[in-house]
């Protein structure tokens, strides 16, 4: 199915004009959509025909969470990773998950030292800001979890001794389909830890003919620089944090949650992490949109990449051909939004 | 909601339609049947559903049930033991509802635990039955034909009926591993079994029905009659009295001998049977308002209120010896006979009233020839007995006492006959043989012993009182303290000789049932209802107190339905989603939401106001609307809020677009750009 219509959202796009979409005392979010708008544009110029996914990408980047980029190969989603991490002036590590590929080789490994006789910690690609797990599929599960404790709290033990990872941390991994060769499923503690996963999908024809004309000689990968730093970037996230949601919504939220939970098709809903996720999720949407509010919109626009890839399907569900985002299609259909 | 796991499948069309017309027929309620029949059946064909929950279910399954009981309660406290059948007859009535909801429900079906309460506190992990579920019309069928099987004619046509029915229900649920022809050969066997049984059955039941009204005529329920009594003497076999309570007596002084509460007294003994033939009743008029006088004028030294069980409106009712006043009862009329019965015409059932009595026997008429007379047959056996004891020389007083002494020392009380003797010695072998007997034996062989040697004699029967019942506070007289006596006529007044062994009473009670402390406390709590319902001058109150019933009853329904609710709630922590605060509902914008949903198209449960609005953009293009949206996201959404000027604003654009449409709704054929819209 191609990946435009599986992302279709009934969003109203709505042109907020100035003069009734701010409160006069409050204009410091409006930074916060300059600095969205920053990397959106310069992730674009490489990235061409996929502005919703980098919305997506960027939601979650802001508002703490880790992003799972599940698509077959060849659509852009290493160089999308790549983009962001250039975006920013911060430290960018890469992964290539392999299936020999150890938890050392993530976390770091302890090396005993002849000359001063003491074991001394060698950082493992973890202690970064941008992490790409790339294909982290490949890898065993063992591997894969060793970066449980890293994405779920921003730290890491090694040798019983606890590190701390710096307070802006990100990983996007890429996966490709479970069906192909040589993958091994993630863990569902796993995938838990993931605050969203979608797909890039194919790119229009006109973006296609783009792409072939803008490699033709340089990549666009190698021209961009970085337009934000790593201090805009803390700033973008607190701001975020500020964006102001009613009760109404939060019970919004917790309902579609608890539908994921009662479906009978689900053998596992989503869980309170996924509510939290929800939420956090669309404040950042607010935020690039340059509102001070959270709108049910925001909600049901992001409702499907952080709730869908957390469901477990029964398997009377998964052979007869429901998928999981149908199934939360579905609930956001059947959930009453408030209006 | 997953169909088809029913435990029971859904009865095959027009099933239940059917049922209850033959139950409607039969019962006399057709108008109700065919109105019930229609709405069952029309179901399948009804275009709306009910999306009734589970929990919705169980709530009317208890509902169902509280009514079912307190039926049972007003329709026997009204019908008595007939209740029964009365009950069986309204059954589909009550549980109409339940069936017309689940068949106009969404599911079509029930859990099974919404019948049985034990079930709903299983862990449905843990036991899968209680999550089956099941569809009750094939149970409400079987009780469409027990209800129409309670108003059947005895018709052979109704036979089959119900055989029509049962062979449709269980037609379409055939083994299709045999061939039509075996099903219908086995049906047929089965129905000619049915049939003979059922023919077999009545005449069974016609011969016990016979048998049983025997055995009751004979030993419990046994009518006085006040001019003949029958006698037990020669009858062969062990004589068992019920246990049951027929006599309560409530008296201030204590029972020092047995109390002996008369019924009635004959003169004249031959073959086994007693009688009075000149027993001539007067009837009494009331003194005063429930006042009979029995014997005016004379002294009264005891009282006691007195409760006995009439087994027809009019009957001869136990009192005391020396009986002279009857009062403190609604009779209709009492009469009295000169042999001491007290005929009462009342009312079946427990009857109550008070007895005042004195010491001296003076209602029984002066003795005369038939109170001395000995048939033939009988005459040699005392003559010769008389004889033996010296009795002819004696003053009467001693004649009394050596007679008292003789039965006293030298018989045994005994109620089993054990031996036949040649019909008519049995009273010879009773005083030189066997020397064991009942009470008949005793009080008639005194009787006529004394008539021997020249003192009239009456024989009484009656109740021998001296159990007294810590449940009830009152003396108390089971069937098996059924007696009888000898009066004798002594310096000129009646005087009570029980010659039977005083160890009577006793040994019959120890003939006692294990679970007559059960069955008495049973007696007394129905004595007590029948007492309470029927208590004189309170008809009026009948109605009352079944309210007084139905309000324990119907708040034990309100507290399961709604509090225990609530409980389990507050115990889970569940917020309701109604105490979630919602802001700006008052918001001026929903007066456009109302506007175009009507106009156009109504928002979906799952759509945002923003994709609604979208989804319209064919139609409508305004700027304004957007403004007013976001206005109203703000006054919604925001915690912060809007202000007052800000509101006014949000009115006043709302108020703008609806008074110019025009200016912002395209004038073209709606439908038409919607559906291209999609």
Redo the contacts between chains.
């Keep these: 199915m191609p990946l435009t219509r599986l992302l279709r959202y ?8 100035k003069p ?2 701010e ?1 006069e005392d409050n204009w410091d979010t409006m930074q916060g959509q300059e600095i969205y708008q920053a990397i959106s544009a310069n992730i674009n110029s490489v990235i061409k025909g996929q502005e919703h996914a980098v919305r997506l990408l960027l939601a979650a980047f802001v508002s703490g969470g880790h992003v799972l980029l599940e698509d077959v190969p060849g659509t852009g989603k290493t160089t999308m990773a790549k983009a962001l991490a250039k975006s920013i002036t911060a430290d960018y590590r890469r992964v290539q998950f392999t299936p020999d590929l150890l938890p050392t080789d993530i976390l770091g490994v302890s090396v005993f030292d002849q000359r001063d006789h003491e074991f001394h910690f060698h950082e493992g690609p973890v202690f970064t800001n941008i992490l790409l797990a790339d294909e982290i599929n490949r890898a065993s599960p063992r591997t894969q979890s060793a970066l449980l404790e890293a994405m779920g709290e921003a730290q890491v033990s090694v040798d019983g001794n606890l590190k701390e990872l710096d307070e802006l941390f990100f990983v996007i991994a890429t996966q490709n389909p479970i069906e192909f060769h040589g993958t091994y499923p993630l863990p569902e503690a796993q995938m838990d830890r993931f605050a969203m996963r979608f797909e890039l999908g194919y790119v229009e024809h006109q973006h296609e003919v783009a792409i072939l004309s803008e490699q033709n000689t340089t990549h666009p990968l190698d021209a961009i620089e970085a337009c934000v730093s790593k201090e805009q970037v803390v700033i973008l996230k607190s701001l975020s944090a500020k964006i ?6 939060k ?1 919004y939220i917790v ?1 579609l949650s608890r539908a994921t939970r009662d479906n ?1 098709d689900v053998l596992n809903g989503a869980s309170p992490r996924a509510s939290l996720a929800l939420m956090k999720a669309a404040q950042a949407l607010a935020t690039f949109d340059n509102m ?6 925001h909600i ?1 626009e992001i409702a499907i990449p952080v709730l869908a890839h957390r469901l477990i399907l029964n398997s009377q569900s998964t052979f007869s051909g429901i998928s999981e985002k149908t199934i939360v299609s579905d ?9 | 909601m ?1 169909r088809g796991n029913s435990q029971l499948g859904p009865a095959p069309v027009l099933l239940i339609g059917a049922a209850l017309l033959v139950w409607g027929w039969q019962c006399q309620k057709l108008p109700y049947a065919i109105l019930m029949a229609l709405l069952i059946e029309l179901s399948p064909v009804s275009p709306w559903r009910w999306a009734i929950t589970d929990k919705e279910f169980n709530t009317l399954s208890d509902f169902s049930g509280v009514v079912f009981f307190l039926s049972v309660v007003y329709i026997f406290s009204d019908e008595g033991a007939r209740g029964i059948f009365v009950i069986l007859e309204v059954l589909p009535f009550i549980l109409f509802p339940l069936l017309l909801v689940q068949q106009y429900s969404v599911t079509g079906d029930m859990k099974l635990s919404a019948l049985f309460v034990s079930l709903r506190k299983l862990d449905p992990a843990l036991s899968p039955e209680a999550k089956t579920r099941t569809n009750i019309t094939l149970p409400y069928f079987i009780i469409c034909l027990l209800a129409a099987s309670t108003g059947n004619q005895r018709s052979i046509l109704f036979f089959f009926m119900v055989a029509t029915l049962l062979i449709y229900a269980i037609f379409s649920r055939r083994s299709k591993r045999y061939s039509i022809i075996t099903w219908l050969a086995t049906v047929a066997l089965a129905l000619s079994i049915a049939f003979a049984t059922q023919h077999g059955l009545r005449s069974l039941q016609a011969s016990i029905e016979a048998s049983f009204l025997g055995i009751f005529d004979q030993f419990m329920w046994r009518y006085r009659d006040p001019s003949r009594a029958t006698t037990a003497i020669g009858s062969l076999g062990r004589l068992k009295l019920s246990d049951r309570i027929v006599l309560r007596i409530k008296t201030r002084e204590k029972l020092l001998k047995p109390l002996y509460l008369r019924e009635a007294s004959y003169s004249s003994f031959g073959h086994g049977i007693w009688n009075s033939q000149q027993s001539e009743f007067t009837v009494i008029d009331p003194a005063r308002d429930k006042v009979w006088e029995l014997n005016p004028g004379q002294e009264s030294t005891g009282k006691m209120h007195v409760s006995t069980y009439m087994t027809r409106e009019e009957s001869v009712i136990p009192v005391p010896h020396g009986t002279n006043v009857i009062e403190n009862v609604a009779a209709i009329e009492i009469a009295k006979n000169q042999f001491g019965a007290v005929l009462m015409d009342m009312r079946e059932g427990w009857v109550q009233y008070d007895v005042k009595y004195g010491d001296a026997i003076y209602a029984d008429s002066a003795p005369d020839s038939n109170d001395l007379s000995i048939i033939n047959y009988y005459r040699k056996d005392f003559e010769k007995l008389a004889a033996e004891l010296n009795l002819y020389s004696m003053s009467d007083t001693d004649k009394i006492k050596t007679v008292q002494d003789y039965f006293h020392n030298n018989f045994t009380y005994s109620l089993n006959p054990s031996q036949r003797y040649p019909r008519g010695r049995y009273m010879a072998k009773f005083l030189f043989k066997t020397k064991r007997g009942h009470c008949e034996y005793f009080a008639t062989a005194t009787a006529l012993l004394l008539r021997t040697v020249g003192i009239p004699t009456r024989y009484a029967v009656g109740y021998s009182i001296d159990e007294y019942s810590a449940l009830e506070g009152q003396y108390i007289a089971r069937a098996r303290d059924a007696h009888s006596w000898t009066l004798a006529h002594l310096h000129g007044e009646w005087t009570v000789i029980d010659t039977t062994p005083s160890v009577w009473s006793g040994q019959e009670a120890e003939n006692a049932s294990v679970f007559e402390p059960v069955l008495d406390l049973w007696a007394w709590l129905s004595y007590s209802w029948s007492v309470w319902q029927t208590d004189d001058g309170a008809d009026e109150e009948e109605e009352n107190y079944l309210i007084w019933l139905l309000i324990p009853l119907l708040a034990v329904l309100a507290w399961r339905v709604y509090f225990r609710e609530r409980i389990k709630n507050s115990k889970q922590g569940v917020q309701n ?1 109604q105490q ?4 700006g509902t008052n918001s001026s914008f929903y007066r456009l ?1 109302q506007f175009l949903e009507t106009s156009y198209r109504p ?13 319209l953009k064919p139609i409508i293009s305004s ?1 304004k609307l ?2 007013a ?3 109203h ?2 006054y ?5 809020g809007l202000s007052s000027a800000e509101l006014s604003k949000l009115d006043l654009i709302v108020h703008e677009l609806l008074e110019n449409k025009d200016l912002w709704i395209r004038q073209e054929d709606p439908n038409e750009s919607i559906n291209t819209a999609r």
């Design positions: 009934d969003v109203y796009s709505i042109k907020f004009t009734y979409n409160p102001r949601i009613s009760e109404e919504l019970d309902r009978p001070s509010f959270v709108t049910p919109e049901q609930i956001l259909k059947q959930v009453a939004v408030p209006g | 997953s989603y979630i605060k919602r802001f939401v928002r979906q449960a799952g759509e945002t106001l923003g994709s609604w609005l979208n989804k700027d957007r403004m949206l976001t206005l996201y703000r919604r959404f925001d915690p912060a």
